[in-house]
């Protein structure tokens, strides 16, 4: 073999490796991500209270929803929110969550005196959507994020970190088409109920109504 032929050989085979290289190199870049919010559904948005073993559930463009224990009466409320995932602006079966918010406007919250704020927590839920049914006070928890509303949080947002939640619906198969959480009093912070509370969460504005932030890639 000629030198100058053995020489054309070697550069044609560098430019091969270095073309492997290079597309290697680009298909290591990460994917892009997506951000998406999501309003709550208020036809499907509900509360269920109990007192005394007897269940009431209110559900369907309300005003408002409750979540928390009202010390007067003693009745126990719990509220359902629902996120639909699936359609335009919502989060595809086969993204993978990078971070995940809830944001709740609190329209009061009653509380004794002697308290700062009430316990919650968030879980994560599967119902119908609607109807909602009584034997969602207590529907299999998937997930739970707990938090807390202050007395400071009331005519106020308040965003919660519900990544772990999201992850964990998206995780199941097939994925949750509706993103649902249950939101009650965290009776495990306060087991002799002293300070229990009832939490107001406005549904009715737009603005104002629960919303769900999603980012994905």
């Given at each position: ?87 335009s602006g919502g989060v595809p079966g086969s993204a993978i ?107 009715a504005t737009v603005g104002r109504a629960p919303l769900l ?5």
């Amino acid at each position: 073999m000629s030198r100058n032929l053995f020489a054309a050989l070697t550069f044609s085979i560098i430019l091969i490796l270095s073309g492997c290289g290079s597309s290697g190199s680009s298909s290591s870049s990460p994917a892009p991500s997506f951000s998406t919010q999501i309003l709550s559904s208020a036809a499907n948005d509900g509360d269920i209270s109990v007192l005394n073993t007897i269940p009431l559930v209110t559900q369907g463009n309300l005003a408002s929803v409750f979540a928390g224990i009202d010390a007067a009466s003693g009745t126990e409320y719990r509220a359902f929110l629902d996120f639909p995932l699936t359609g335009s602006g919502g989060v595809p079966g086969s993204a993978i969550i990078d971070s995940a918010t809830l944001d709740i406007f609190i329209d009061s919250l009653a509380i004794q005196p002697a308290a700062n704020s009430v316990p919650i927590r968030i879980d994560l839920v599967t119902f119908p959507p609607n109807p909602l049914l009584a034997s969602d006070f207590s529907q299999t928890v998937l997930a739970t994020k707990r938090s807390a509303i202050f007395r400071s949080d009331v005519n106020h947002h308040v965003v919660i970190d519900v990544t772990g939640l999201m992850a964990v619906a998206q995780a199941q198969v097939p994925p949750l088409p509706d993103f649902q959480v249950r939101i009650s009093e965290d009776l495990s912070a306060i087991p002799d109920g002293t300070f229990d509370g009832l939490v107001e969460i406005h549904e009715a504005t737009v603005g104002r109504a629960p919303l769900l932030g999603v980012i994905y890639h």
